[in-house]
């Protein structure tokens, strides 16, 4: 089954520095890969997307790029601010189900 | 609308007893999911519904029982609690489009305890 990967576990980084968290993952069938954040002691909320057919796709300080031929999808955030200090997870589709990765906690440092 | 909503928001139970888990979402959405979170393992699929009269496991079913209500209800059961199950529990819907695109809606997740 499909299997997805996501390092690093955590992640802690200086106000206005970037953060990367790289996911791979298994199933040379899946062809959606989201990403949601998670803040503590809430429910997950979608930040970005991409389609297989797409390489990269930027939503102001977030992007997200992908190599389908080594299965490899990144979540990159710019300018890091404290906000953004939360959980992430990336998943990877295939009909009907969306396989996560084990999460990144991402801490913003002031 | 109030999205995907979920109850009970907490419960402990003893070893060995069951009880269900509630979820119901009002935007007409097709596919229903059930996971499950716990430190350090992420969010793993226990069961899924793609539409209304269908069910199908997922990545940790072992333990539970779902059942697809109607359209708008998909409640999970635990026949026999373990402590194992102790973990928060997080109802999802998607819209109806592609079977393999779409945002997940997700609840404000249970956290069950079991004793």
């Known amino acids: 089954g499909e299997n997805v990967e996501q390092h690093p576990s955590t992640l802690s980084v200086q106000e206005g520095d970037s953060a990367v968290i790289k996911c791979t993952y298994s199933?040379?069938?899946?062809?959606?890969f989201p990403w949601y954040k998670q803040e503590l002691g809430k429910r997950p909320q979608l930040i970005i997307d991409i389609r297989s057919n797409v390489g990269e796709k930027k939503d102001q300080r977030i992007a997200v790029t992908l190599n389908k031929t080594a299965k490899h999808f990144s979540l990159h955030i710019t300018e890091t601010q404290p906000e953004d200090s939360a959980v992430y997870f990336c998943a990877a589709s295939i009909p009907y189900k969306y396989i996560f990765g084990t999460g990144t906690r991402l801490k913003v440092l002031a | 609308n109030a999205g995907v909503t979920q109850t009970p928001k907490f419960q402990v139970l003893k070893t060995g007893q069951s009880m269900t888990l509630q979820c119901a979402q009002d935007m007409n959405h097709n596919s229903m999911y059930w996971y499950r979170q716990d430190p350090g393992m992420g969010l793993r699929l226990i069961y899924y519904s793609a539409s209304e009269g269908t069910t199908d496991k997922g990545e940790v079913p072992n333990g539970y029982n779902v059942s697809r209500l109607n359209k708008r209800e998909f409640s999970l059961r635990l026949e026999s609690a373990a402590p194992s199950q102790t973990s928060v529990y997080f109802c999802?819907?998607?819209?109806?489009?592609?079977?393999?695109?779409?945002?997940?809606?997700f609840g404000e997740g249970s956290r069950l305890t079991v004793l």
């Open positions: 199933d040379s069938a899946s062809n959606y």
């Open positions: 999802a819907s998607k819209p109806p489009g592609q079977p393999n695109t779409g945002e997940l809606f």
